[in-house]
């Protein structure tokens, strides 16, 4: 069941996630993130490690680009 559950989620999660990114809306690094802990899950069950590795590699980038869409930007503005 959990398995089909995140897989649901992946797939809204990962297509808003990159719909928004390429709309310059930063609002797709949070939907990319969220979607990152059924991206573990479904890795774990299946005993994939390779994409249980790609999976903290991505939400180390989904949590990148949170850092300079919301509070990198926000520090840039309030010093000018």
Do not use: C, R
Not at 66 to 71: A, K, P, R
């Amino acid at each position: 069941m959990w398995d089909t559950v995140s897989q649901v989620v992946i797939t809204l999660l990962g297509t808003a996630s990159i719909v928004l990114v390429a709309k310059k809306n930063k609002w797709g690094f949070v939907a990319g993130l969220l979607a990152q802990p059924f991206w573990f899950i479904t890795s774990y069950l299946n005993h994939q490690w390779g994409v249980f590795l790609v999976s903290l590699i991505y939400s180390i980038s989904w949590i990148y680009g949170i850092y300079q869409w919301f509070f990198k930007n926000q520090k840039n503005k309030e010093k000018s």
